[in-house]
């Protein structure tokens, strides 16, 4: 509630001091023939929410991705408003509005499948002394203080995201010099780097994807700061993380960012099994799997070609799942056993630092297990896995692993061809496809286990 503001008023002026951000500030005002904000390039319904709330007599402000994607002449991918009405005082103004978030609230204004996100100015947070507002690392913990706009803007991650583009008269308000660091193409955060990391370590990751996305260099500070940090990105909750890596490699830019990632040391802290068998490849192998995949996504994306997130991380864990698959074989177990148990072992200790929703982890894995079943391409079972409703994931996964150095070029021709045939041909090269072993000695079941792989007619050796 808001009842607590006039206690909030000395306090907050304390702390602004505190943060470095003063709030006499006086900020750059871009008028509109100075800058390229049209308001043809503002989504109608984004223009709708700013007049209605300048019309009820409110400051209304396009802020973030938005402003900052325009201003660099790029196609924003969504638009942020900011505002000195309340979550309340914004939901009496539009009926397709919901107020979302328990401590800071939010209003989504909805029109059809695009959301306004409209979110009251925010003050800084209580501070240190409060307790339970701070990690012991100086994470937030709660951050639920309204504000004034220049403290809105010293609360953004980096300048760039903390331009403001005003209703009232269409000019850009700049409180921190993003008009020049965007001019420049620098990334710097607002305020000191190692207390807004601290704040909150996920500025990292969005440091490297505003970087790969835009092409921009990270500030010196900005960038040394990042270094000595990673390590709290352990303690991030899995599911923040999540959410973080989808917009890290479906955002189209995804190779470039991987390589950021590892560039900076972070993607261990997102992927660590990952990682450690990246640090002893073989032949460059694992890279070229997953840098592969990651192009690939980002082809798909550029053709507007739909992407999936079960996809990307079948190809991000492939690498440990096939290090656990092959040990567990070594052992003695099945190749599809082998293959279960390593699947549940590699999801199980990812769990630990990203989340994978079910819905994405269980496609996930039948890509993997098709994987093994794609190798058995005699009687019958090719027909059927054909019409698998993951085939054609499993069978464009196969075909990376084999671009990636896999010795199962001879497999992938198999089944390209394959899908080429008519029903006739198709049943007819089954009929000329030899069994696995064929002509061949019958051996021990052990024997025969371990050999499996060779046997099998149409994997290289
Ligand atoms: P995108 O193009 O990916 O949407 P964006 O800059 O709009 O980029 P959002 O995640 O949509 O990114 O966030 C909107 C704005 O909210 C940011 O531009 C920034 O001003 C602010 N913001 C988001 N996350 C943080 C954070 N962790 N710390 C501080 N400010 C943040
Ligand atoms: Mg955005």
Redesign the pocket.
Known sequence: MYYTRPLFIHKRLELTLQNNTDSHVEPRIVPRPEHAISRANISPNALKVLYRLKGAGYDAYL????V??MLLGRE???F?VATNALPEEVKKLFGNCLLIGRRFRLAHVRYGREVIEVATFRGPSEGDEVEGTRSETGRILRDNVYGTLVEDAF????TV??LYYNIADFSVVDFTDGMDDLKAGLLRLVGDPERRYRE?P??ML?AV??AA?LGFRIHPKTEAAMLALAPLLADIPPARLFDEVL?LFL?GCAVQTFELLRHYGLFKYLFPQTDAWLSHEEDNFPLTLLVRALANTDLRLAEAKPVTPAFLYAALLWEPMRHAAASREAEGASELAAMQEAASEVVEAQLHHTSLPKRFALPMREIWMLQARLTRITGMRPLKLLSHTRFRAAYDFLLLRAEAGEPIQTLCEWWTEFQTLDENAQLARLRTTAKPGQGKKRRSRRGKRKSKQNNNTATDD
Do not use: E, L, S, T
């Open positions: 802020v973030g991705g938005g900052r994607d924003p991918k969504d942020d609360r953004r991650d980096f995201n903390a909150d996920v500025r969005r994807r505003f996305k917009k955002g």
